[in-house]
């Protein structure tokens, strides 16, 4: 009996482990299926739609208005020049224009959405986008007028404090605004604005040459001024470390967010910026030219000795029509305010900025980066099966890109960026030769992915 019992638990036993161990290892099976196929992608429509099938975001396609060349909905790449137009922004226009039908100048105070603090409703949902306090956050004008606004105030150069740090190639509109800035107080451009530059045969810059520049300027560095995100290659920069540095060397540090917001994860709070700004019609889809954001770190607020460009409505909000001589300035970003808010324009931001808070960066990003590394993947798979070459110089690291992989096409030329326009591509093309992705995870499926792989494969077999 006793031997029996011990015969019948110790099978009990061994099946329980078996069943045990077979468990775990159907389990551990199934966790390397999934993920062997987040990773091993395949260059087949079937794989494709298998990626949008699965991707929670797909539904936002249909958020969207395409521009259809030969009868067929584009594959978008340019989101990181103009975003598409959402559907739901025309209702948002609609209701500005209505109401200045309906109520005339009483909508400034009395329609659904009063038009004298209408800014205020991006507060929230923007500062979420930008990593930020609600009150770090403004919107207004355009992004190169705030860039020039905001280094009013963070941009004071002494005689011997009076340096620029900014990235070789920034963007032409960016270096304008330094050589104007600069000679504006009195100074040099070829003294003053100092570019940290690519090294010899490297498309990007390394971290460890802004650090060294930083350190190298010193005590003549007054700011340090950067896309966050570089318009050319889509290379990230490590902006909390770089802010870190500008500071350490007593400096200011502001970013250009133009290719950054509502594409990367930022914390602007967190990482100490001192002030930044971008343009919303990119990655945030809000239209042509179309209004800018703001950041003012909240240790600026209170700060009375900062200098600034004032206009009525940076005043005191409730003593605005009180029509007083002396500037009183709301405390935060809102402050930095100078005309009465162009309703129109902002219209369609906010229902950008209520899409995305719907949405929420992390899930954004995720989609993100998938269907960056599944485009990464179909270039390399094109690009073995055709004659001539190109080359990604966009950074393959995760942490350094984000939506964007620029092409730099070796032996073939605009003929081929032609062909993809007319093959319903869009894409842009950036002298002297590098044509730029930007596979905006809002709007741009796997299956889009596929089909613009089939495309420049047979642009560049002819
Ligand atoms: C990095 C960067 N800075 C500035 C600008 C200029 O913006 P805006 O014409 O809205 O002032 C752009 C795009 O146009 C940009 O990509
Ligand atoms: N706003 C524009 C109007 C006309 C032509 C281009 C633009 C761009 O935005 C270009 C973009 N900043 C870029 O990274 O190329």
Not at 21 to 41: A, E, V, W
Not at 179 to 191: L, N
Not at 429 to 449: G, H, K, Q, T
Not at 451 to 461: E, N, P, T, Y
Request: a negative charge; charged letters at 25%; aromatic letters at 12%.
């Amino acid at each position: 009996m006793g031997y029996y019992f011990f015969i019948q638990n110790f099978n009990f036993f061994i099946c329980r482990q078996s069943a045990k161990s077979l468990l775990s290892i159907y389990l551990f099976l199934l966790l390397l299926r999934n993920k062997i196929q987040t990773m091993t992608f395949e260059n087949t429509l079937e794989f494709a739609q298998k990626l949008d099938a699965q991707d929670q975001l797909n539904k936002y396609q249909n958020e969207f208005i395409f521009p259809k060349v030969n009868g067929k909905k584009v594959i978008y790449f340019t989101g990181n020049s103009l975003g598409l137009q959402p559907k739901r922004t025309k209702a948002y226009i609609d209701e500005v224009m209505n109401d200045w039908a309906n109520l005339a100048v009483e909508g400034h105070f009395y329609s659904e959405k009063p038009w004298w603090d209408y800014h205020e409703r991006f507060a929230n949902p923007l500062s979420k986008i930008v990593g930020a306090l609600p009150s770090e956050v403004t919107v207004m004008n355009t992004l190169t007028v705030n860039l020039h606004l905001l280094m009013v105030s963070f941009y004071r150069p002494t005689k011997t404090r009076y340096k620029i740090i900014c990235e070789e190639k920034a963007f032409p509109s960016d270096q304008y605004m330094f050589q104007s800035q600069v000679h504006f107080h009195g100074y040099k451009p070829e003294d003053a604005i100092v570019e940290i530059k690519r090294r010899e045969g490297e498309h990007n810059i390394r971290l460890e040459d802004v650090l060294a520049k930083i350190d190298e300027v010193g005590d003549e560095l007054a700011l340090v001024l950067i896309g966050g995100v570089n318009y050319y290659t889509g290379q990230v920069f490590d902006m909390k470390t770089i802010t870190a540095a500008g500071h350490k060397a007593g400096a200011k540090v502001g970013w250009d967010l133009a290719h950054a917001a509502g594409n990367i994860k930022l914390e602007l709070h967190d990482w100490n910026v001192d002030f930044a700004a971008w343009c919303s019609y990119k990655y945030m889809n809000s239209g042509p030219g179309n209004a800018s954001g703001c950041f003012i770190h909240e240790k600026h607020h209170n700060n009375s000795e900062l200098p600034r460009f004032a206009g009525w409505w940076g005043h005191n909000k409730e003593r605005r029509f009180k029509m007083e001589p002396k500037f009183d300035p709301i405390h935060g970003a809102d402050g930095w305010q100078i005309s009465n808010l162009p309703v129109l324009s902002l219209a369609p931001y906010l229902a950008s900025v209520e899409m995305f808070d719907e949405i929420g960066m992390d899930v954004l990003i995720a989609k993100r980066d998938k269907i960056t590394s599944y485009l990464e993947f179909i270039l390399q798979e094109i690009d073995k099966e055709v004659d001539s070459s190109f080359e990604i110089i966009t950074p393959s690291n995760s942490a350094e890109r984000a939506s964007q992989l620029s092409v730099l096409l070796h032996g073939e030329g605009r003929s081929l960026f032609d062909y993809l326009m007319k093959n319903g591509v869009i894409t842009d093309w950036r002298e002297p030769n590098v044509i730029r992705l930007a596979p905006v995870p809002l709007y741009c499926s796997f299956e889009d992915m596929y089909h613009f792989g089939q495309i420049l494969k047979a642009g560049i077999q002819g």
